[in-house]
């Protein structure tokens, strides 16, 4: 580990980590994105022939056409890029000396893979003992799942996560991003940062198991509680919260809007801002367990009141009587909100779009008590392999021979296929 200058005015968290990060598409390269963000040296090992997948992801062809997706965009930024071919044996050779100067080894391929490129955690370990090897798959190292092939979606409707999502018409629905794939790489993220403290104390790594699965099912752990405690099948509910009422959506006279009074106090101020003080007092409404029980009652009274206002003004009123509520906006809407731009969540990086607009990131959902320093824009493939190199000892000849043989570029390689 490379011991960071404390008198920096920079310093962050992870300064002087060292990830080599082997991940592809989401979960591994969100995991990686919130490490680099923390201060991590990032390093993508990539495949010469695409790299990862993500790179040809994406709303802009021209973008995904140059392998700069904005898929791989919104997760690789702060990232440096080094092209080996890990099946070959100088691509190996190169990657173990990477490994003698780092902290961690992060990867999402199908348990097995690594054991298979003569990589796994036991010879990582046995070269670097301070290493500590994530490995993200979707259901784990073992068990009899671990071989099937996983994405977001599958792992969604395996985890019980479809079947509560939507209403009793429209479940099972998935959300309406990949959620598994981001609670798995914030699972790592969390994981990894625990290891390194204990890295940091004792001098050894340790083997990390990020399983999609288990990831997303821990992270529904009131309704898995709610099933294994109380004996409650979970079902879809639609917007409404399954622990109190009035606690949803509601329809306005300009549509829907946020409401959770879940406190007694909540409620009873609701029922004076809406005009209907007579709810309050009403039996079937009188505590929050009776509330729940005839909240399709309780829903329809208040959307009478309701429909006189519309969301945004209902919004400003409710809140200032201190009732959690808000209208329910699109992704343009949010990102042009004041409380958004205001704070600096989303950044413009030194490169541009296939349009000459600035190409832009969100940082991580957390501020660390100043601005974050302004990450360096996605690397291209393989961009850094050279510098790499020469650090690691390899002469410019080595380096040259590495290329011609498609070691570290794809081009090379197919030109050889031609001759």
Not at 106 to 129: H, I, K
Not at 261 to 286: H, I, M, T, W
Request: glycine share 10%.
């Amino acid at each position: 580990m490379t011991l960071p200058d404390p008198s920096s005015p920079l310093l962050l968290p992870l300064a002087g980590v060292r990830v080599l990060d082997l991940s592809n598409v989401l979960a591994g390269p969100f995991c990686g994105y919130n490490l680099a963000r923390l201060g991590a040296e990032v390093i993508k090992v990539e495949n010469p022939d695409g790299g990862d997948l993500a790179r040809k992801l994406g709303a802009d062809p021209a973008m995904a056409a140059r392998l700069m997706g904005l898929s791989f965009v919104a997760v690789n930024a702060g990232k440096q890029s080094v092209a080996l071919d890990l099946k070959a044996k100088a691509g190996k050779e190169a990657f173990l000396r990477l490994l003698d100067q780092a902290d961690v080894v992060l990867e999402n391929f199908r348990p097995g893979v690594m054991e298979r490129l003569g990589l796994s955690y036991d010879v990582l370990a046995a070269r670097n003992p301070r290493i500590v090897y994530c490995a993200i798959s979707g259901f784990g190292q073992d068990g009899p799942w671990a071989s099937r092939p996983a994405y977001d979606q599958i792992v969604q409707g395996l985890s019980g996560a479809m079947s509560v999502t939507g209403d009793a018409a429209s479940a099972p629905l998935r959300t309406g991003f990949p959620i598994s794939d981001t609670i798995a790489g914030l699972t790592a993220a969390f994981a990894i940062s625990a290891a390194l403290v204990e890295q940091r104390r004792v001098g050894r790594g340790r083997q990390i198991d990020v399983s999609l699965l288990e990831a997303t099912m821990a992270a529904m752990g009131w309704v898995v509680s709610n099933h294994l405690n109380g004996g409650v099948d979970p079902e879809a509910m639609g917007n409404d919260n399954m622990t109190a009422s009035p606690s949803g959506t509601f329809r306005t006279a300009t549509g829907p809007l946020n409401i959770a009074a879940n406190e007694q106090k909540q409620y009873e101020a609701l029922c004076d801002v809406v005009g209907r003080p007579d709810l309050a007092s009403d039996v079937r409404f009188a505590d929050r367990q009776s509330r729940k029980e005839h909240r399709a009652a309780l829903t329809a009274e208040l959307e009478k009141a309701l429909s006189a206002r519309g969301a945004q003004e209902w919004e400003g009123l409710f809140n200032a009587r201190g009732v959690p509520s808000g209208s329910v906006l699109t992704v343009p809407q949010v990102l042009r909100e004041a409380q958004v731009t205001g704070r600096g969540f989303v950044e413009e990086l030194a490169a541009v779009t296939s349009a000459g607009a600035p190409l832009k990131v969100t940082r991580p959902g957390f501020r660390l008590g100043g601005p974050f320093p302004q990450p360096t824009p996605p690397p291209e493939l393989g961009q850094d392999t050279a510098r790499w190199l020469a650090s690691l000892g390899y002469t410019e000849i080595e380096i040259e021979a590495l290329r011609a043989t498609g070691v570290t570029e794809a081009v090379a390689r197919k030109n050889r296929a031609k001759d």
